[in-house]
């Protein structure tokens, strides 16, 4: 049966969370979206719902006054994430009061826990988010003047006005039949706050504490562990903050007994870890820190945090990225079969080699290399280095100032904003076969956008030394049957684009070169348009 998720942000809106609110709608939206990454639907499935409830606490003094409460459902679970940010937004969601800083988390959570739209063998995750600790019995009978809180918590789907708050017994019981994983996201300047929940997580033989200030990354990271460990699919778990250096080699496990790898599931957490996969579809998520995997055979998923990490694809159709952005220098090598590598946001060196490989640098200066097959690379914002290597493939630099070459095979240049550089060069010399005919869809003369021509490769042209085209090598004509005439080695016909080397400059045809670009627009050019380097 196919993996079913649903996640609902139960959150504190009691008077001490007033300033954190502002946060969690700036964390909400790249939180669902985390979530909602379609690679990651073998942790939570195609078609993960989404819901919002709050509490605040007893609307009575000295816990709370009128019009506050222990449980609302703000909505109801849904698809629709859009309506997830509306809700966090809305105006009627805001804080309350809440008088005493222990709050109602075990009598919300709790209710919860009998929620109707939960969906049939679902996987249920409770996101608790708060920034105080929490009541236990007797508080409502001791702590109220006169109470008229008289009687334990019955531990049903009736909030009682008489009733004390539910013992930590009575809700690990309605956690388990529900089948429900808190992860509590607690402020972690508020002393203690961490422990005390870690403590209850503890008492509750179920859930995880997240720290709040940590983004969206991060707590989605720890959602996908609370649901990994949820359906029992979690091969090593490598949490231990004294022994935070794992090395796991997943290689060889086969409990079916088929002969096979079986798939692996590994979580390892901070620290400088070291992860070999073995034969099965292996999804491997490493937290912060230096680390290294390999995800060896199989289609593997590699999930690396902050740091500055080498991720190995191998054989396989491998999915090698960074989930919470990581500002490390991260090394990505798809191997054999059609991978996708997405970097972070520092200096990323993402190689796709064999296979039709698609590589996204993020924000960063990044250097990517498509390698064999017919690759797709975006540089993202930053000064980038693209390399398509052979075959037909597609460069889009993205913002910055970016270095575009196609390699060998019919590739489209697009330079996008920025100074960019559109190289063409395979360290050979230039024929028809090996360079192909390259497509530069938006060069810009105002954006100080150049040409630059490698001489190992226009082994024709008259350049002694690095830098400007000498402009003798450059000619300009109307039609394409005038460029095999013309004296120039570069030649440029205003009328459609093409640009052609001309090898055999002086004699009626282009000897060894030949048409190796088109120009989008046909835009005006120079001599000065280009670059000359590799003398």
Do not use: C, W
């Not at 709790?110 to 508080?139: E, M, W």
């Not at 957490?269 to 912060?288: E, L, P, R």
């Not at 200096?347 to 996204?360: H, I, V, W």
Request: proline share 3%; charged share 20%; no cysteine.
């Amino acid at each position: 049966m196919a993996p079913v998720s649903d996640i609902v942000l139960l959150q504190d809106l009691s008077g001490s969370f007033g300033d954190n609110l502002l946060r969690l709608r700036e964390i909400i939206g790249p939180l669902i979206d985390n979530l909602q990454n379609p690679i990651l639907e073998r942790i939570f499935g195609a078609d993960p719902f989404f819901g919002v409830s709050s509490f605040v606490d007893k609307p009575v003094e000295p816990f709370g006054i009128s019009g506050d409460y222990v449980y609302r459902q703000d909505l109801a679970l849904t698809r629709d994430s859009n309506s997830v940010v509306a809700t966090v937004n809305s105006p009627t969601f805001s804080i309350k009061s809440g008088f005493d800083e222990p709050e109602a988390q075990l009598e919300a959570l709790l209710q919860l826990t009998f929620d109707p739209n939960y969906r049939s063998g679902s996987t249920r995750i409770a996101l608790i988010v708060t920034d105080a600790s929490f009541h236990l019995p007797p508080d409502g009978v001791t702590q109220q003047t006169g109470s008229t809180i008289t009687r334990p918590n019955n531990g049903d789907n009736v909030v009682d006005a008489d009733e004390d708050y539910p013992t930590i017994a009575q809700l690990r019981d309605r956690l388990v039949a529900s089948n429900i994983i808190p992860v509590f996201i607690v402020q972690e300047d508020v002393v203690g706050l961490q422990n005390t929940y870690q403590g209850l997580v503890d008492d509750l033989g179920r859930g995880l504490v997240v720290g709040f200030e940590r983004g969206s990354g991060t707590i989605a990271d720890a959602i996908k562990v609370g649901v990994a460990g949820a359906r029992g699919i979690i091969t090593a778990l490598g949490n231990n903050p004294a022994t935070p250096d794992d090395i796991f080699n997943l290689g060889g496990i086969d409990e079916d007994g088929d002969g096979i790898d079986d798939d692996q599931y590994v979580f390892t957490g901070d620290g400088q870890d070291q992860v070999t996969g073995g034969d099965g579809n292996d999804y491997i998520d490493v937290g912060s820190g230096d680390d290294n995997v390999d995800g060896a055979f199989g289609n593997d998923i590699i999930d690396v945090g902050d740091g500055n990490n080498i991720g190995l694809g191998n054989e396989g159709n491998d999915y090698i990225f960074t989930l919470t952005g990581s500002s490390g220098v991260n090394v990505f090598s798809g191997g054999a079969g059609n991978d996708t590598l997405i970097g972070g946001s520092g200096a990323d060196n993402l190689s796709g080699d064999a296979g039709n490989d698609a590589l996204k640098g993020g924000r960063g200066n990044d250097r990517l290399e498509g390698g064999t097959g017919d690759d797709i690379l975006q540089g993202d914002d930053g000064n980038d280095n693209l390399t398509g290597g052979t075959g037909n493939d597609i460069l889009q630099g993205g913002a910055g100032n970016d270095n575009l070459n196609g390699g060998g095979g019919n590739d489209i240049l697009t330079g996008s904003t920025g100074s960019d550089i559109f190289e063409f060069s395979t360290g050979r010399a230039f024929t028809i076969a090996t360079f192909g005919v390259d497509q530069i869809s938006d060069f810009s003369a105002a954006e100080i956008d150049k040409i630059s021509l490698s001489k190992r490769s226009f082994t024709a042209l008259d350049n002694t030394s690095n830098g400007g085209l000498i402009a003798s090598n450059f000619d300009v004509v109307s039609s394409d049957s005038e460029a095999k005439l013309s004296s120039a080695e570069i030649v440029y016909n205003s009328s459609n684009g093409n640009l052609f080397y001309n090898q055999n400059n002086g004699v009626a045809d282009f000897g060894t070169g030949g048409l190796f670009a088109t120009i989008a627009g046909s835009p005006l050019l120079t001599a000065s348009d280009f670059l000359v380097f590799a003398v």
